[in-house]
């Protein structure tokens, strides 16, 4: 049973967790029912975050809301979520990319394919949903020339068509008043220099390849 900052967790392991039988997909594909089938588990709390990986099959509920006093954000772990976000027409997010709902921006998140549609949130601990506010009476595209940090939606095959993968690179995705989060590509063999924060939790998510 994974525990919340448990210094290792297996995605297989998680997925598995909150994931859902075979035996309960037959039955919502019987009865439309979704009554039970968002799961979640907590990772991270340290003071400054909560994050929590929630899984909900295609089709599950979804609960529109605001934030007033912090930014919300996203990694897509499996299936495709798709989202309203603000003013901003509907995106769809896939494996490694990352979502922000800018503070006072009501958001919506909708499972949309796949029996596992599993994201990790980051947030505030004393999150709620409470304010619900009003849906966006326009929709507007996503603008083409937007620039990370910050976007919206930072895919995560923009970001290796941004930089390639023959050098190792990094660049900040997330900036906020309590996170910065950093998109890395590290060749094989490649280490970074040794450090420790005094003050902070630091952690990362493997999209791709193998860490030690």
């Not at 029996?115 to 996503?142: T, Y």
Request: glycine letters at 8%; a negative charge.
């Amino acid at each position: 049973m994974i525990q919340t900052n448990q210094p290792h967790i297996d995605y297989a392991e998680l997925c598995d967790e909150i994931g859902q039988s075979p035996e309960n997909l037959a039955k919502l594909k019987e009865t439309g029912d979704y009554t039970g089938m968002t799961r979640s588990v907590k990772t991270v709390l340290d003071g400054r975050n909560r994050a929590a990986a929630i899984s909900s099959p295609a089709g599950a509920p979804s609960d529109p809301h605001l934030h007033a006093d912090f930014h919300e954000w996203w990694i897509i772990l499996k299936g495709e979520v798709a989202y309203e976000i603000g003013e901003y027409e509907q995106i769809v997010a896939r494996f490694g990319d990352i979502v922000i709902a800018p503070c006072g921006y009501r958001h919506d998140s909708k499972p949309f394919k796949g029996d596992q549609c599993v994201r990790m949130v980051v947030g505030r601990e004393d999150s709620n949903h409470d304010l619900k506010g009003l849906p966006h009476p326009r929709a507007l595209s996503i603008p083409e020339d937007w620039e990370p940090p910050n976007m919206i939606h930072t895919r995560l095959e923009y970001m290796i068509e941004r930089h390639g993968l023959d050098t190792n690179w990094a660049e900040e995705v997330v900036l906020d008043q309590r996170n910065r989060v950093n998109m890395i590509h590290t060749l094989p063999g490649s280490s970074n220099r040794p450090h420790w924060h005094p003050d902070m939790d630091e952690w990362w998510f493997v999209a791709k390849g193998e860490i030690e």
